[in-house]
């Protein structure tokens, strides 16, 4: 009777492996929204005004505000043909405010509120065509106390 229960468990698991599968919501989802934060990629170069940081071919990859030398106000990402990526606000190079992330299609992936580098309050995630399948709630210090 084990060998039989062992033998079905394995042969799910291999058939599991190499089924095709939807992709699920949930995996798509960061794990924090942000370990996804794209304006960490680049150096900041600038102390103070407005910045762009260009790719090698020059195309705009990025622009926001610097004050002494730290990030502030509104930053945008944007993607290889110009579209918007990510806008995210920050106060003296802490993100704090709106988040908002946009996939290579141009559809809403995820948005939410930072507070002194955390994610606070509601976070809404969307899968492909922008369509909300999860909503997460986190408290003050970023833990997540409630996602559906």
């Given at each position: 009777?084990?060998?039989?229960?062992?033998?079905?468990?394995?042969?799910?698991?291999?058939?599991?492996c190499?089924?095709?599968?939807d992709?699920?919501?949930?995996?798509t989802?960061?794990?924090?929204?942000a370990t996804?934060d794209?304006?960490?990629?680049?150096?900041?170069?600038?102390q103070?005004?407005?910045?762009?940081?260009?790719d090698?071919?020059g195309?705009l990859?990025?622009?926001?505000?610097?004050?002494?030398?730290q990030?502030?106000?509104?930053?945008?990402?944007?993607g290889s043909?110009?579209?918007?990526?990510s806008?995210?606000?920050y106060?003296n190079?802490v993100l704090e405010g709106?988040s908002?992330v946009?996939?290579?299609n141009?559809?809403?992936?995820y948005e939410g509120?930072?507070?002194?580098g955390?994610?606070?309050?509601?976070?809404?995630?969307?899968?492909e065509?922008g369509?909300?399948?999860?909503?997460?709630?986190?408290?003050?210090t970023g833990?997540?106390?409630?996602?559906?």
């Amino acid at each position: 009777m084990d060998l039989r229960i062992a033998l079905a468990a394995l042969l799910l698991s291999l058939a599991a492996c190499t089924a095709p599968q939807d992709p699920a919501p949930a995996a798509t989802v960061p794990a924090s929204p942000a370990t996804t934060d794209t304006s960490a990629a680049l150096p900041d170069t600038l102390q103070n005004g407005h910045q762009r940081l260009r790719d090698a071919l020059g195309r705009l990859q990025m622009e926001g505000d610097m004050l002494n030398g730290q990030r502030h106000g509104l930053w945008v990402a944007y993607g290889s043909s110009g579209q918007v990526k990510s806008r995210n606000t920050y106060v003296n190079g802490v993100l704090e405010g709106p988040s908002t992330v946009f996939r290579e299609n141009g559809a809403l992936y995820y948005e939410g509120q930072h507070f002194s580098g955390q994610p606070v309050g509601t976070w809404k995630f969307h899968d492909e065509i922008g369509t909300l399948v999860r909503t997460v709630v986190y408290d003050s210090t970023g833990a997540e106390i409630k996602g559906k």
